[in-house]
C-alpha cells in the first residue's frame, strides 16, 4: 500500500458516514467519481470521499489518500456557528466535437464547377428560402426583393418549403419578375452566384447542396448571438461570407467567429437594410376619444418583460380619455409568461386575426419591455413609418434607432416606461410631434437611396455586377 493512503476499518467509515446527514451522505457519494484512485478501490472508507468545495462542511477529502476526516463539528465551527460553504464552481462548458477537428478554409471547397468563369458578369442573386408579411427575417427579405428588383438584380427564390405556391406573397414574386424554382431545386444555382440565407436553419442544414453548384455561400445572421450549426458550419469553412443589418452586432460577432475560423478569405459584411415605408401609411391624426398602448411580436415569450402588465397598468391617463390595449402575437407562451390581460386590453393571435397596419393604425404608442436585446427590430421601422411612438427598452438596434425625446423614448427600468407612456397619454401635440420627426428619420434609417449605396458596396465584394434601371428609387 502507498505510504500515502491510510487504512481504516470499514466498520469505522460507516460509523462516521452515518453521522451525516442524508444531504451530506448524497454529496459524498456523488463526488466519488472525482477520485479515480478511490473509484477504483472498493473498501467502503475508500469511496466515500468528497472535495471542500462540494458544499459539505463536515467531510474533507485529500486525494490519493483516501480518507474520510470528520472536522470537530459537523456542518460548524467551534464556537457552534454554522459553516456554510460556497457551492462547487460549475464544469466548463463541453466543447463540442466538432470544435476538436482542425479549421477548413474556404478556399477548399471552391472547384471548377461551383466558381464562375473568370470575366463572367453575374447579376443573378439565389436566397434559400421564401419572403413573407410577418416575423422579423422573411419581412427583411420580402422588403430587400423589392429594392434589389430596382436595381436591375435577377432574383432567384429557392424555397425550403414545398407548398410556397399558397405564400402570400408568392403573386408578387411573380409580378416582379422574381424567378421562383422548385423547392430545394439547388441545381437551378449557376456556378459562382451568391446564395443567401435569412436566418435560415435549413440554408444550414443544405450548406453541401449548395455548395456543389457554388461556394459564395452567404448568411444573413439577424440576430444579436450565433447558432450553434452556424458556428459550426464556419469551423467546416462552407460559409464564404456573414452579413449583418447592424455594424455593432457584426463587430461582435466577428470576433467569436474568427475564434472559431481565422481563414482571411471569409467576408464580415454590414448593409443598410431597406424599408418598404408605402406598405405602411403614416396616420398623424389619431382619435382623441381614448389612449392606446400596443405590444407587437411573434409569439415569444422572450418578447414580454414579465412585468408587462403591471407597467401597462401603471401608466395613468387623463380622467376623461379611456386606456386601451392591442397585443399582436400573444398566445400560450406570452401567457404563461406574463399571465392573462385584463380586459382592457385585447389579444391577437398573428396578422392573419389583425394586420400590422391595423394595429398601428389603432395604437398611440407602443410600450414595448422585453427580456430579449434586438439587432435591428423591423417594428421599429413599421412603428416610425406608421405614426405610432415608441416606448422601448435602451439597449440593442433600439439605440441606433431611435433618438430619445426627439423620435421615441429609450428606458432603463420600469418607471421609465411608465413615466413616458404617462406624458404620452397627457401630450397629445408633443406626442404627433415626435411621431412626425421618427416618420422623418426613418428616410435617412432605411431609405431607397442610403440602402441602395450600401447593397452596392456589399454586392461588389461578392461579385454581383447589378444592372440598374435609370430613374428607379423603389
Not at 126 to 137: T, V
Not at 160 to 167: A, Q
Not at 323 to 328: A, C, S, W
Request: charged share 25%; with cysteine; proline share 8%.
Amino acid at each position: 500500500m502507498p505510504a500515502n493512503q491510510v487504512q481504516e476499518d470499514p466498520v469505522k467509515a460507516e460509523r462516521l458516514l452515518s453521522l451525516l446527514n442524508p444531504e451530506q451522505r448524497d454529496l459524498v457519494a456523488t463526488r466519488r467519481s472525482f477520485c479515480k484512485p478511490c473509484g477504483q478501490n472498493k473498501r467502503l472508507h475508500q469511496i466515500t470521499v468528497i472535495c471542500k468545495a462540494g458544499g459539505c462542511a463536515g467531510i474533507s477529502l485529500i486525494h490519493g489518500r483516501c480518507k474520510l476526516r470528520r472536522w470537530p463539528a459537523p456542518g460548524s465551527d467551534s464556537n457552534g456557528t454554522p459553516i456554510t460553504m460556497p457551492p462547487p464552481p460549475p464544469p466548463p462548458p463541453e466543447e463540442p466535437e466538432w470544435m476538436s477537428r482542425p479549421a477548413v478554409a474556404h478556399a477548399a471547397h471552391q472547384t471548377p464547377r461551383n466558381t464562375a468563369a473568370p470575366g463572367t458578369p453575374i447579376n443573378d442573386v439565389f436566397i434559400y428560402g421564401f419572403p413573407g408579411l410577418y416575423a422579423g427575417a422573411n419581412t427583411e427579405l420580402h422588403h430587400q426583393i423589392v429594392l434589389w428588383r430596382s436595381m436591375g438584380l435577377s432574383i432567384h427564390l429557392i424555397p425550403s418549403d414545398p407548398g410556397y405556391r399558397n405564400e402570400a406573397l408568392y403573386p408578387e414574386m411573380i409580378e416582379r419578375g422574381v424567378t421562383v424554382h422548385e423547392a430545394d431545386d439547388f441545381d437551378a444555382i449557376l456556378p459562382g452566384a451568391p446564395v443567401l440565407g435569412f436566418c435560415n436553419d435549413r440554408f444550414l442544414t443544405n450548406l453541401d447542396r449548395i455548395l456543389e453548384r457554388s461556394h459564395n455561400t452567404v448568411f444573413v445572421n439577424c440576430m444579436t448571438w450565433l447558432f450553434e450549426m452556424e458556428k459550426r458550419r464556419h469551423r467546416e469553412g462552407k460559409l464564404a461570407a456573414f452579413l449583418y443589418q447592424n455594424d455593432a452586432v457584426r463587430q461582435k460577432s466577428q470576433v467569436a467567429l474568427q475564434a472559431i475560423n481565422p481563414d482571411a478569405d471569409v467576408q464580415y459584411l454590414t448593409f443598410k437594410p431597406y424599408f418598404n415605408a408605402e406598405a405602411y401609411p403614416f396616420v398623424d391624426r389619431r382619435a382623441d376619444d381614448r389612449f392606446a398602448i400596443g405590444h407587437i411580436s411573434r409569439q415569444d415569450a422572450d418578447k414580454f418583460a414579465a412585468d408587462t402588465l403591471r407597467i401597462w397598468e401603471s401608466i395613468e391617463v387623463p380622467g376623461a380619455v379611456p386606456k386601451r390595449g392591442i397585443m399582436l402575437g400573444f398566445g400560450r407562451p406570452s401567457e404563461e409568461k406574463i399571465g392573462m390581460p385584463a380586459d382592457w386590453i385585447t389579444t391577437y393571435e398573428n396578422q392573419n386575426t389583425l394586420s400590422q397596419q391595423d394595429f398601428y393604425a389603432r395604437t398611440d404608442v407602443i410600450v414595448q419591455p422585453t427580456d430579449t436585446t434586438e439587432n435591428w427590430p423591423r417594428i421599429g421601422l413599421e412603428a416610425m413609418a406608421s405614426g405610432t411612438v415608441l416606448i422601448v427598452d435602451n439597449r440593442g438596434g433600439w439605440q441606433q434607432m431611435i433618438e430619445h425625446g426627439k423620435t421615441g423614448w429609450l428606458c432603463d427600468t420600469p418607471e421609465d416606461f411608465i413615466t413616458y407612456a404617462t406624458r404620452m397619454a397627457h401630450e397629445p401635440e408633443e406626442r404627433r410631434a415626435l411621431a412626425r420627426a421618427a416618420r422623418e428619420r426613418l428616410d435617412q434609417l432605411a431609405g431607397a437611396s442610403s440602402s441602395k449605396e450600401s447593397w452596392l458596396s456589399v454586392l461588389d465584394e461578392l461579385g454581383v455586377r447589378p444592372s440598374v434601371p435609370a430613374g428607379s428609387d423603389s
